[in-house]
């Protein structure tokens, strides 16, 4: 992995069917597309420090999902599907034909989605966290999402605020500031998402791709018991554990998740089962 020159991230808008869908890009055009997929209520922002470390090595590009970030919310309902729809139209206005995808959390959700309904698209998935939910996630979730409606004390600012605390206790202030502001402003969106995510056919999706896959989770990662129920899902899979990260992976352990990704994508064989 190099990182002998600087990568500079630069954000745009694409005009959709939707509406606008934001989004980052670093790295150089000829280079492999990698398509990196955020996690719920988060946005792209969660990107920028993989971003400017992988930016050497592939041509990225990291959209808001629809109703997340500064993405215009979906025109009807949220699902994965209508999502993984609009990201793929993305792709294609942006000339891209072939991709390999990243995806953690929701993104994963949204990764697994679009392998799924455009064959040949996606080559090679890489999913942190995969959403292969217990039964007992499925029904945890909803209060886990739940919107906070403005009060005049400001009492749902302290109550998003300590929802956020809790996924990762200690992780940098600022941090827990940025995904609670971004909790607070996407609204209904954020439970919507979470639904979405439990109405998917996820396991069966996941089954049904004949492409290499790697999967993997911090060892603090909620969804890190379900790891195993996802390698054995995965056609042509590839396992690997994160010590120590939690839900906030991607920013906190950035520079083993880069490296596992250029391990992976960069690889010439296909995942073996570890």
């Not at 009492?155 to 827990?176: F, G, I, N």
């Not at 899902?233 to 906030?248: D, E, F, I, P």
Request: glycine content about 6%.
């Amino acid at each position: 992995m190099s990182t002998h020159a600087l990568v500079h991230i630069k954000r745009a808008y694409a005009d959709l069917s939707h509406g606008q869908l934001h989004y980052r890009v670093a790295g150089n055009r000829n280079k492999p597309v990698l398509l990196l997929l955020h996690q719920s209520p988060s946005s792209s922002v969660m990107y920028e420090q993989l971003m400017s470390l992988l930016g050497n090595e592939f041509y990225l590009l990291a959209p808001d999902t629809p109703g997340f970030g500064m993405s215009d919310p979906l025109t009807g309902s949220a699902s994965v599907e209508a999502y993984a729809k609009i990201i793929r139209e993305f792709l294609l206005q942006q000339g891209v034909d072939s991709t390999w995808v990243f995806g953690h959390h929701t993104g994963a959700s949204v990764a697994v989605q679009l392998a799924f309904d455009a064959p040949g698209l996606v080559t090679k998935l890489a999913l942190s966290g995969p959403t292969l939910l217990s039964e007992a996630l499925k029904s945890a979730l909803p209060e886990k999402a739940k919107a906070f409606p403005a009060q005049a004390d400001g009492s749902h600012l302290l109550a998003m605020w300590q929802r956020m605390r809790a996924k990762e206790p200690d992780a940098p202030l600022d941090l827990t500031l940025r995904e609670t502001l971004l909790g607070l402003s996407v609204g209904e969106a954020y439970p919507e998402a979470y639904d979405a995510v439990i109405d998917q056919a996820f396991e069966a999706q996941l089954r049904s791709l004949d492409l290499p896959v790697l999967v993997f989770a911090g060892d603090g990662d909620p969804l890190y018991p379900q790891l195993d129920a996802a390698l054995s899902a995965c056609q042509q899979g590839k396992k690997a554990v994160l010590s120590g990260a939690r839900t906030y992976a991607c920013d906190l352990f950035a520079a083993d998740i880069a490296r596992l990704l250029c391990d992976f994508f960069q690889s010439e064989t296909s995942g073996d089962s570890e």
